[in-house]
């Protein structure tokens, strides 16, 4: 039997945004020997294991090397969190660490005050 082809959509994506976002900027501590030993020992003390907690208390299970894990700081940056301070990170999957800077990132622009005065 003969494989089926499909045939191409015969309209073309739109970008429909009135404003296109500016191009995300890495900071440059990101690059830095002191960040990439914190990672490491973050990372590390978790096992290389996501650290995210569920409602039920259970901890997730992914893990290296099956999936991405990011070394993640508690307390952003842009919140007055320490970059290289041990207690101020935690390994995160990527599906975690996506939930929390988009939490993040909503209290902020909501005008939440993370206690810097």
Request: aromatic residues 6%; glycine residues 6%; positive net charge.
């Amino acid at each position: 039997m003969p494989k089926l082809r499909s045939l191409a959509p015969r309209l073309r994506h739109a970008d429909t945004r009135t404003t296109k976002l500016p191009p995300k900027q890495k900071d440059p501590i990101y690059n830095t020997a002191e960040f990439q030993a914190w990672k490491v020992l973050v990372l590390d003390r978790a096992g290389r294991r996501c650290e995210a907690i569920d409602h039920h208390g259970h901890r997730c299970s992914r893990a290296t090397p099956d999936h991405v894990m990011y070394a993640d700081h508690v307390t952003e940056l842009v919140d007055g969190g320490l970059p290289f301070d041990p207690a101020n990170g935690q390994c995160l999957c990527a599906m975690h660490h996506t939930i929390k800077t988009i939490a993040m990132r909503s209290r902020r622009q909501k005008g939440f005050d993370f206690g810097r005065g």
